[in-house]
């Protein structure tokens, strides 16, 4: 089946970039060039001002990619296309998308679509992460999701991007404000991609967008630190005292 498979969806790509590093770059397109996706379009979306990729944009290699830049107003959401997330320097295991593209086609009515994974360190791959199933409860205690996931794009609201708040985790919060419109998310239960690390570095502005998305949500809870880092216990205020 492998040999003969290529992917029929059209897939959208936005790769978030933190500090450049061409090297990493290179290595998360050289990954997805390895996929037998028949249509792709690949945006970098820079989560800082340091961000210089004309040299590997203009690389002989990936000169069948469309590759460039992310704006939204390129973004073409086609209702039977995809977009997936992930940042510079993750890589997707090799025929992967054969196993993306099955899940896809026997669950259509996905919306979201999250996956496990591991870390790759010095072409090792280590600390495999088995995820839990979907609860939007934990999902606000535990961001476990936001280093990759794949949009049904039509579920993507105009201007959605252009809304988000966050530079640096932005990730994150486009998926607490999808999560607010829609009731399919589907987990494969399979390691799909490697991380080049896990970030967790912002635990304090993922404290304040959780406490932002209780509030637009009209929940009367604060949220606590706990002794784990990236982990936060939110707290439903109680309106009455107990008689």
């Known amino acids: ?26 290595n998360t ?12 379009k690949i945006f970098l979306k820079a989560e800082t001002d340091e961000i210089k990729i004309e040299n590997t944009i203009g690389k002989k290699e990936f000169k069948n990619f469309e ?24 890589e997707f ?19 979201i679509i999250y996956f496990d994974e591991d870390i790759k360190s010095k072409h090792e791959k280590i600390e495999p992460y088995f995820k839990p199933e979907w609860s939007p409860e934990l999902f606000l205690s535990k961001d476990y999701i936001s280093n990759s996931y794949i949009i ?14 966050s530079t640096k985790i932005w990730k994150f919060e486009l998926l607490l404000k999808l999560t607010e419109i829609i009731n399919k998310i589907f987990h494969i239960d ?27 949500r009209n929940i009367d809870a604060v949220v606590l630190n706990s002794k784990y880092d990236n982990i936060f216990r939110p707290t439903v205020s109680l309106r009455y005292s107990p008689s």
């Open 29 to 40: 397109l050289n990954s997805l060039k390895s996929q037998k996706i028949k249509k792709l």
């Open 190 to 216: 399979t390691i799909v991609i490697s991380l080049n690390k896990i970030n967790t570095e912002y635990s304090n502005q993922k404290k304040e967008l959780i406490q932002k998305t209780l509030d637009r």
């Open 152 to 165: 049904k794009n039509k579920i993507i609201r105009a201007n959605i991007f252009e809304k988000l708040e």
């Open 67 to 90: 590759l460039e830049m992310f704006e939204e107003r390129k973004l073409n959401n086609e209702e039977n296309g995809y977009t997936v997330i992930m940042s510079c320097g993750d």
């Open 93 to 111: 295991n090799t025929n992967i998308f054969y196993i993306i593209e099955k899940t896809l086609n026997e669950n259509e009515d996905a919306e």
């Open 1 to 26: 089946k492998l040999q003969v498979f290529e992917s029929e969806s059209n897939f959208t790509i936005i790769i978030g970039i933190g500090k450049h590093n061409e090297y990493l770059l290179i």
